[in-house]
Structures are given as structure tokens and as C-alpha cells.
């Protein structure tokens, strides 16, 4: 009888849930994470040495016999018409052994951002392919823009069949007024929280390389098979199948939400290794990157809100808006005050477009911004109320089926950073650095779903093999496929060789939404349990034992309870046929759970002379159900703390209202955190289920919002704005 | 492997191809590009703009290359040399992915000519371990999970790796120091330090 289960889908990186129908086959489980041997365990990743020696070959590191190096030419203007016949390739075709494409189509195109792609080329050296495209000469009609959110407001429209200011959505719950009546206190704020970039470090690219009407790819992508399918689509009317494409990615450096698939670059990759009847890298430069590369959408929310004297929300009003520069976008904080409840709320959301790259999923898509917007109201009411910023959290989750959770996870993170420390009332430190307290929470799916088909192979030599299409997004996801089959199988790590990173191997979804583990890992799970079975049922006659009678030990098989009758694993998989065993499974949704919260507690102190924001500590408690590698999991909490930490402090992209340019498409003013601010991180893992959940996405969620209550606690100003760089902070202390 | 790939550099196809353009002498070890006619060298020793014979010494052996005057070091060790551990990340000189050692020295690669770095040794990160067997720092960052996508860590690699020639016993202040000038932005820091101080530790121990 099968049953409807809810699930989260990930579209480009968006999150979605939806009732699907599953097979009610009999329950599976991991068993008891006390009597496990290697999941759970601190393990080293499996490609670690060809990491750090150099040899792991990323797409961007792939050479061929014979490979030309292509390059885009994005459009210099922020609105631009290109007419019909407006792209000369000539110029770049004179250069010895160039290639050149144009993107516009007969019809001409309308740019609508700096870097909005235009032609491409491939040549004999990267050297040749910048000469090449300096070399293709476009006619411009320079058109009226506007690239940031207060100009767009009375610019003229960006679309033709759309207002620059476009109404997304609303909602309303019980009655706004009255609940301003019942409150004791009122807040009022504006909160901001910038648009940024994904800065993969390994650019947007592609290496293409034609075999009559085959296609290999080799793809810095999170969606391997996904990719695949995208460009047979895309080159359809070549009469492309996704049988003729092959999609390799055996390393893949970031993607953090913006890589799902060929985009404009792969498919001119593709097309120009067609021309050029030789394989094309087209990598994207640094610059190319930063300006088109996609971003992740900003925020922005005005905000008044009530409370009672209990510290129960009676009120909550927005108006909000969403900064994806030539798409729309969406934050956590539009519909409400996101994992709190309120008795009254009165919600309108818009997207506010402009002349800037197109905006998509970052890591955690719409998260961090609105736990920011949200979290900064929750601590200016509480300031309002007179009230402890938990104990008015306390009073706020009513309703919130993770309510018991998140008590439990602030008292601990209380204790750890030592809540008693912070100022009772805002700003009441003395001196010119003053220290403050500040926490936030957060939520996310992450539970999966289902299409991952993983393979295990025994061979008669006892060695294994697990194969899953599936990419490593520098999450461990190579590692894990290896220690669950070794926990299931009696063997040790190295005895199991993962294989992923191809489409010729099983199907397997894309990496958006925290979802490759809990997707991929029940798929391993249940191929290694049918490897068991094949194997049990294959020497059952040998040991005079049913099934059932036969248990795995450490590299043994054993009747229960009877030491004589045994095999050792090599003895018994040199009983199996030439070509060995193999076994295939499928996601299984009793292995995995979604809806996960996590709190994150900061400590800063602030320089009032000069604003500078220093992270003295951080303290993360994150529920992320069954861990199956602590060591990289913890690897991934900090990863997504150190990544808050620019979000609150450093990462702003700058658009010239005068010139439309973006001012820093690089990697030194458009600043990442470095080592030197690096603070202290203390990481807590909230073991809850005995089943797996994704973990990259909610631990980058409450980083900048706790960081930005801290600043309040250390000051007693709101520093409504992101990133807190020294001129916000001096701004909002009134000194600047 | 990567030794038959340093030398398959000199290839039949190439050395066909010089020979057929008439330009033996130097178009020998060309590489992509190699068709275009070199440059004779202006009596003014300057070079360029066309293909040029650039002599290196990369980790211990003496390699030629065929390229322009203006193509990084980066790009031909990367591109010619097929030694693609050092990463061209920011291609600026903000992030340290393309660190490599000039001399002893962590230098970024991406900021030198390739022509810049004849008459000193060039120490990439494939050269680290010996043997098969992982350099400490390598050792270290592996065991510590010092890496997630693992695209900038050749980088810091070879700046832990300096650090520790010039610093046997670093504090962890010195340890951020060392890498200040490199980027990554899965955010693996605490980690590195934890990797750099055990790295530090083991070869003061005796390895």
C-alpha cells in the first residue's frame, strides 16, 4: 500500500516541499549509532591526499590533445540594445587559430547587466583568447539603467512588460490593529541585508569535447545528471539525447547554489569545440564570475511589531523586498517573523529589480537574510520590552514543532558562550571597545528525496565498489559512500572504493537545498544491505546455514552462535561467479529526516572610534540528525559560520550608480573572511535523530544575525544594515 | 604517470609540426599556439610579443617552454607543464590559490611572468611529497579534514609549508600570519591552524 509522505524538492537550488507517494515496504533503519564501527566516527576524507598533493584534477584543471581555451565577452553597459547583425567576429576570426561565436540571436538582444554574455571564442592559449574577444567589435545602443534598489524605484522599466518594483506575494493572519492594541511595546526598524556573490573559487566552466555526435563534458557542477539532461536539451535542436552526453565531475571547486547547470558558457562551450573540431575549456574569469556568475538576492524589510507584557508578539507588520537584480528573489523573513510565531501578522513582499546579474539559490537561499532582518526585530523589541532577548524568545514558538528543540539548544548554547556576561542593557559597556553578547536561530529542510540509484559491486578478490552519479561539492560525499558500505559489509574504509562524479554511473539528484546526503546516503544504505543479502544467500549452502542463521562480522561471515562454522570474507567472496555480486538500491525516506533548527551565539567587540567589528567567539548548536562523519561535518559548521562572518562583516558588492559598472568584480575588495578574522568557534552537534539530514546549508544560516544582536548588545545601536563595515557601524553610533 | 606526462611534452605531433613550419630550432617544444612563427629577439634583448623561449627550473628538473613574454608563471605551469596543483583563482594576487615557492619563498604565481621566474628554483606543490610518501603538512591537513572543496588548498599548502622552513615551532598567531594571504571560501581556517601547529609538531618530533 504505498503512502504520502512529505518532502523538500530543490528547483536551481530553491526549496519546495511537496506530498509524494512512496512504497510502504517494510521499515529500515541505521541500528544503534552506539554499535557502529565507522559511521559517526571522525574519518579523514577519502580524496584528501589527491587534494593536497595536487593531483585531484578539477574541470578547470583537465587538458586534452589538441584543447583550445575559450573565453566569454560579456556586454560593458548595464543596458544595452544590440540590433540585429550588431556582432563582428571578424576581427577575433583573424587571429590564428581563434574560434568565435556570437550569443545574439538574429533577432539582436537586449543586455540587461555589466558582463550579460555576447560572443565567445576559443583559441590556441588563454593569452590568444583575451586578444580575441578585444578583437570582436559590437555595436551598443546604450540604454537608461538603474543597478541599485533606490534608483530602480524611478527608472524606467528594466522589462518592458514589467514595473521595476514588481509585487510578490502577501499574507495576513488575524488582525493587525488589534494586536498593536494588546501590545505593551512597539518597535519599529528597517533591516537590510545585501546582495551577494557566490565567489566559487573554481569559476562557472566546462571542458567539451566531441566524438561524432557524442558529447563529454567535463563540469564543475552540483548536478551532475541534471547537467547532463540540460544540455541535451539545450543543444536539442542539434538533435542532441542525453544518452550522447557524458558528464564528468570528479572534483568541483564551490558552487554554493550557483552551479545547477551548462548555462550560457557550457552551451558555448559545446558549440565552439563543434566549430573549432577540437576540445574547448571555457572557463570563467575571475571577472566574468563576479559580474554574471549569478548572486545571491538581498533583502530588505520595514518592520513594526508588538508585544504583550508576557513577551507574547501580538503584532508583526512587513513590507519587504527582494534584491535579484535582473530576477526576482525571496527571504525567510517575507511571510513573518520567520521560526517565531506572532498572534497578528500582516506581510507584503516585492522584487525590486536592476541592472545587475541575475540573482539565485545561496547556500541556504533567502535564510540568512531573514533570519538577519527577523532576529534584529527580536532583539529591538525585546530591548523595548525591558525583556532577557531569550525569555522573549521563550514566549515566541508557540506553534513551532521544533520548539522543544530550540530550548534545549539555547540553554546550551547560553552556557557555552556564557549568556550571564552580556550587557543586561544594551550598550552599557565603557571605554572605546566594547564587548557584547548576541544569538540567533534558524530552520531548514534538508530532508531529501528520492531518484538516487548506488550500485555495489563484490568482486571474488573481496574488494567493493560503490558507484553513484553523484558529486562532491567538498561536502565528504565520496568518504561517506565508502564508510557505509564498509559499516554494512564487516570491512574496513580502504577495502571500499567510492566512484562518483559520472553520469555513466547510477542517476542521483542535484546538490541544492542540503539535500546529497539525505538523498544519496539511504540509496548506499539500502545498496549495501541488498549486497549483504546476495552475499548471505550466495554461502548459505557453503556454511550448511540458512540466511537468516548468517551474520557479518569484522571481514567475517558466521553462523550465530556457532565460531566453527565461518568464512572469512576473502574465503567467501571467492565462492561468488566471475564477474562477482552486484546490488542496487534506491532512496529509502525511513533513512532520512528533514526540518532541522540549529542557534548560533556571538561574541564581538566593537571599536566606537573607529566602528570596526572584531568576532571574538562563535558558538553553533546544530541539530543535523544521524551524523555519518563528524570530521567533515563539524569541517562544514565552520564553513558555514566563516561564511556568515562576511555576510555580517566584509562581502558588499558595489554598483556605481553613475556608470552602472560594478566597482569590485574580484577577490579583494569584494572581501571574503581570511584567517586573520577568523575568530574562535565552538561547534556543537545536536544529535536528534537516527536518521541523516543535510547539514551545509543551516549552519550558515543565524551566523550574521547573531553577530549583528552582539554589535546591539556591545553598543546599544542597531547597525540595521549588511555588511557591518566601519562606516555602517560609525553611521548608526551617529559619529559619521 | 605525471612524469609521462611532464615528458610527453615533446611530443611527435609537435616536433612534426615544427619541422613542417620550418622553425626546428624553436617551435620544438612548442606547445598550444605553437604554428605561430617566434620572434627573432630585437638587438635590444627585449622580448616578444610572439612565442618565446622561456628555461625553468621547476621543481628540480630544467623545463622549456615555448610562450608569449606575457604569460604568467601560473599559466605555464599550469598550461604547458601540466603541473595544475597551484589553482588561478581571484588571477590577481588576492587569494594565494597559485602559491608557489620561488626560491624557498611563497610567491603568487599568477603575479609573475613566467619569464621572470628563469635563473630561480620553482617549488610546486606536486614536489612535496617524496616518494609516495605525503610531506607533513600534507599529512596534517588531511588528517585534520583541513580541506572541503579543496580547490585553494594547494595554496595554503604551500604557504604552511614556507612557514614552517623559516619557523620550525610557529605560534598560531604566526600560523595565521603565514596564510593571511590566502582565501578560501569554504571556510576551512580553523581546521588549517589545527593542521599547521600538528604539522609543526610531528617534524620537530622527528617526523
Known amino acids: 500500500m504505498p503512502r504520502k509522505i512529505k518532502t523538500t524538492i530543490v528547483e536551481n537550488g530553491f526549496?519546495?516541499?511537496v506530498e509524494i507517494e512512496v512504497p510502504d515496504g517494510p521499515p529500515v533503519s541505521w541500528g544503534d549509532p552506539k554499535q557502529m564501527r565507522i559511521i559517526g566516527k571522525r574519518v579523514p576524507r577519502v580524496e584528501g591526499p589527491d587534494k593536497v598533493t595536487g593531483k585531484a584534477k578539477y574541470t578547470a584543471d583537465v587538458k586534452l590533445p589538441g584543447m583550445l581555451y575559450g573565453r566569454m565577452l560579456?556586454?560593458?553597459?548595464?543596458?544595452?540594445?544590440?540590433?540585429?547583425?550588431?556582432?563582428?567576429?571578424?576581427?577575433?576570426?583573424?587571429?590564428?587559430?581563434?574560434?568565435?561565436?556570437?550569443?545574439?540571436?538574429?533577432?539582436?538582444?537586449?543586455?540587461?547587466?555589466?558582463?550579460?554574455?555576447?560572443?565567445?571564442v576559443a583559441a590556441p592559449t588563454p593569452e590568444l583568447a583575451e586578444d580575441a574577444i578585444r578583437a570582436i567589435r559590437v555595436k551598443y545602443e546604450k540604454q537608461p539603467f538603474a543597478v541599485n534598489p533606490d534608483a530602480s524605484r524611478t527608472a524606467p522599466q528594466i522589462f518592458g512588460n514589467e514595473p521595476n518594483v514588481a509585487p510578490a506575494g502577501n499574507r495576513a493572519q488575524g488582525d493587525i490593529a488589534a494586536g498593536l492594541a494588546a501590545s505593551k511595546a512597539t518597535a519599529e526598524g528597517q533591516y537590510t541585508a545585501q546582495t551577494r556573490l557566490h565567489c566559487c573559487f573554481e569559476t562557472h566552466g566546462h571542458v567539451c569535447k566531441w566524438d561524432g555526435d557524442n558529447l563529454t563534458v567535463w563540469a564543475s557542477t552540483q548536478a551532475v545528471h541534471g547537467t547532463r539532461g540540460d544540455f541535451a536539451g539545450q543543444l536539442g535542436r542539434y538533435g542532441m539525447?542525453?544518452?550522447?552526453?557524458?558528464?564528468?565531475?570528479?572534483?568541483?571547486?564551490?558552487?554554493?547554489?550557483?552551479?545547477?547547470?551548462?548555462?550560457?558558457?557550457?552551451?558555448?562551450?559545446?558549440?565552439?569545440?563543434?566549430?573549432?573540431?577540437?576540445?574547448?575549456?571555457?572557463?570563467?574569469?575571475?571577472?566574468?564570475?563576479?559580474?554574471?556568475g549569478f548572486n545571491g538576492p538581498g533583502a530588505m524589510s520595514r518592520i513594526r511589531a508588538g508585544a504583550d507584557a508576557s513577551g507574547r508578539i501580538q503584532a508583526?507588520?512587513?513590507?519587504?523586498?527582494?534584491?535579484?537584480?535582473?530576477?526576482?528573489?525571496?527571504?525567510?523573513?517575507?511571510?513573518?517573523?520567520?521560526?517565531?510565531?506572532?498572534?497578528?501578522?500582516?506581510?507584503?513582499?516585492?522584487?525590486?529589480?536592476?541592472?545587475?546579474?541575475?540573482?539565485?539559490?545561496?547556500?541556504?537561499?533567502?535564510h540568512p537574510q531573514g533570519c538577519f532582518i527577523t532576529e534584529c526585530m527580536m532583539d529591538d523589541l525585546a530591548a523595548k520590552l525591558g525583556m532577557d532577548p531569550l525569555a522573549f524568545r521563550r514566549a515566541n514558538l508557540k506553534g513551532n514543532r521544533l520548539e522543544k528543540l530550540y530550548l534545549a539548544q539555547w540553554d546550551l548554547g547560553a552556557a557555552k558562550i556564557g549568556w550571564h556576561r552580556r550587557n543586561a542593557k544594551p550598550g552599557a559597556g565603557r571605554g572605546p571597545k566594547r564587548r557584547g553578547i548576541g544569538m540567533a536561530s534558524g530552520t531548514w529542510g534538508g530532508g531529501g528525496g528520492g531518484g538516487a540509484e548506488v550500485d555495489v559491486v563484490i568482486h571474488r578478490n573481496g574488494s567493493v565498489e560503490v558507484m553513484n552519479g553523484t558529486q562532491d561539492l567538498g561536502t565528504g560525499t565520496r568518504t561517506y559512500l565508502a564508510m557505509i558500505v564498509a559499516?554494512?559489509?564487516?570491512?574496513?574504509?580502504?577495502?571500499?572504493?567510492?566512484?562518483?562524479?559520472?553520469?555513466?554511473?547510477?542517476?542521483?539528484?542535484?546538490?541544492?537545498?542540503?539535500?546529497?546526503?539525505?538523498?544519496?546516503?539511504?540509496?548506499?544504505?539500502?545498496?549495501?544491505v541488498d549486497a549483504r543479502e546476495k552475499l548471505l544467500a550466495a554461502i548459505a549452502p557453503a556454511l550448511k546455514a540458512k540466511v537468516e542463521e548468517l551474520e557479518i562480522g569484522d571481514h567475517v561471515i558466521r553462523v550465530k552462535g556457532d565460531t566453527a562454522r565461518s568464512l572469512t570474507w576473502k574465503q567467501a567472496c571467492a565462492r561468488l561467479g566471475m564477474s562477482g555480486l552486484r546490488a542496487r538500491g534506491g532512496w529509502n525516506q525511513d533513512l532520512r529526516q528533514g526540518g532541522v533548527g540549529g542557534c548560533q551565539f556571538a561574541e564581538v567587540e566593537v571599536d566606537i572610534e573607529t566602528g570596526k567589528v572584531r568576532p571574538i567567539k562563535i558558538v553553533c548548536v546544530q541539530d543535523c540528525g544521524l551524523v555519518i562523519n563528524r570530521l567533515t561535518t563539524e569541517s562544514q559548521a565552520y564553513g558555514g559560520i566563516i561564511q556568515g562572518i562576511a555576510q555580517a562583516l566584509l562581502e558588499r558588492r558595489h554598483a556605481d550608480d553613475l556608470t552602472g559598472r560594478i566597482l569590485n568584480p574580484n577577490l579583494?575588495?569584494?572581501?571574503?573572511?581570511?584567517?586573520?578574522?577568523?575568530?574562535?568557534?565552538?561547534?556543537?552537534?545536536?544529535?536528534?535523530?537516527?536518521?541523516?539530514?543535510?547539514i551545509g546549508e543551516p549552519v550558515v544560516i543565524p551566523t550574521g544575525a547573531a553577530l549583528a544582536n552582539a554589535v546591539f548588545n556591545a553598543t546599544g545601536r542597531r547597525v540595521p544594515e549588511l555588511p557591518m563595515t566601519p562606516d555602517v557601524v560609525l553611521k548608526a553610533l551617529g559619529k559619521a | 604517470?605525471?612524469?609521462?606526462?611532464?615528458?610527453?611534452?615533446?611530443?611527435?605531433?609537435?616536433?612534426?609540426?615544427?619541422?613542417?613550419?620550418?622553425?626546428?630550432?624553436?617551435?620544438?617544444?612548442?606547445?598550444?599556439?605553437?604554428?605561430?612563427?617566434?620572434?627573432?629577439?630585437?638587438?635590444?634583448?627585449?622580448?616578444?610579443?610572439?612565442?618565446t623561449r622561456i628555461t625553468l627550473t621547476v621543481n628540480g628538473q630544467q623545463r622549456v617552454v615555448q610562450a608569449e613574454p606575457r604569460t604568467t608563471l601560473a599559466n605555464v605551469l599550469r598550461n604547458e607543464l601540466d603541473l595544475t596543483g597551484a589553482k588561478v583563482i581571484c588571477d590577481r594576487g588576492s587569494c594565494g590559490g597559485c602559491t608557489v615557492h620561488l626560491d624557498g619563498r611563497p610567491v603568487y604565481s599568477c603575479m609573475m611572468l613566467a619569464l621572470d621566474a628563469q635563473g630561480h628554483k620553482v617549488t610546486t606543490v606536486e614536489a612535496l611529497a617524496k616518494n609516495g610518501q605525503l610531506d607533513p603538512v600534507q599529512s596534517a591537513f588531511v588528517e585534520k579534514d583541513a580541506l572541503m572543496c579543496g580547490f585553494c588548498t594547494p595554496g595554503f599548502v604551500m604557504s604552511i609549508r614556507a612557514l614552517l622552513d623559516r619557523n620550525p615551532n610557529p605560534t598560531l598567531d604566526q600560523v595565521k600570519q603565514a596564510c593571511a594571504g590566502n582565501i578560501c571560501r569554504c571556510g576551512t581556517y580553523p581546521r588549517i591552524f589545527e593542521a599547521a601547529l600538528a604539522a609543526a609538531k610531528a617534524e620537530r618530533s622527528g617526523r
Open chain 1, 668 to 694: 579583494e575588495e569584494y572581501k571574503l573572511t581570511g584567517p586573520m578574522e577568523t575568530p574562535e568557534i565552538e561547534i556543537h552537534l545536536f544529535d536528534t535523530y537516527n536518521k541523516v539530514s543535510g
Open chain 1, 241 to 292: 539525447k542525453p544518452a550522447q552526453v557524458r558528464v564528468i565531475t570528479e572534483h568541483m571547486g564551490g558552487g554554493f547554489g550557483s552551479k545547477f547547470g551548462p548555462r550560457i558558457e557550457g552551451i558555448a562551450c559545446a558549440l565552439l569545440a563543434k566549430k573549432a573540431n577540437a576540445p574547448v575549456k571555457l572557463m570563467l574569469t575571475r571577472t566574468d564570475e563576479q559580474l554574471a
Open chain 1, 316 to 366: 508583526w507588520e512587513t513590507s519587504s523586498e527582494n534584491y535579484g537584480g535582473t530576477t526576482g528573489g525571496g527571504h525567510s523573513a517575507n511571510g513573518g517573523p520567520y521560526v517565531y510565531t506572532a498572534e497578528n501578522v500582516k506581510a507584503e513582499w516585492a522584487n525590486v529589480f536592476t541592472n545587475t546579474g541575475p540573482g539565485c539559490a545561496l547556500r541556504a537561499p533567502g
Open chain 1, 487 to 528: 559499516e554494512e559489509l564487516g570491512l574496513d574504509l580502504k577495502e571500499v572504493t567510492p566512484r562518483i562524479g559520472d553520469s555513466v554511473y547510477g542517476n542521483s539528484p542535484g546538490s541544492g537545498g542540503s539535500t546529497t546526503c539525505p538523498s544519496v546516503a539511504p540509496a548506499v544504505k539500502m545498496a549495501a
Open chain 1, 74 to 120: 560579456g556586454c560593458p553597459h548595464p543596458a544595452a540594445r544590440i540590433p540585429a547583425g550588431g556582432v563582428d567576429l571578424s576581427g577575433a576570426e583573424r587571429i590564428r587559430g581563434v574560434v568565435a561565436i556570437s550569443l545574439v540571436g538574429p533577432e539582436g538582444k537586449t543586455c540587461r547587466y555589466v558582463g550579460d554574455e555576447v560572443a565567445a
Open chain 1, 15 to 17: 526549496e519546495r516541499e
Open chain 2, 1 to 51: 604517470m605525471a612524469e609521462e606526462q611532464e615528458r610527453s611534452q615533446v611530443s611527435r605531433r609537435s616536433f612534426l609540426k615544427g619541422v613542417g613550419t620550418g622553425a626546428i630550432g624553436t617551435a620544438l617544444l612548442g606547445g598550444p599556439g605553437a604554428e605561430q612563427a617566434a620572434e627573432a629577439a630585437p638587438a635590444n634583448g627585449a622580448v616578444g610579443p610572439g612565442l
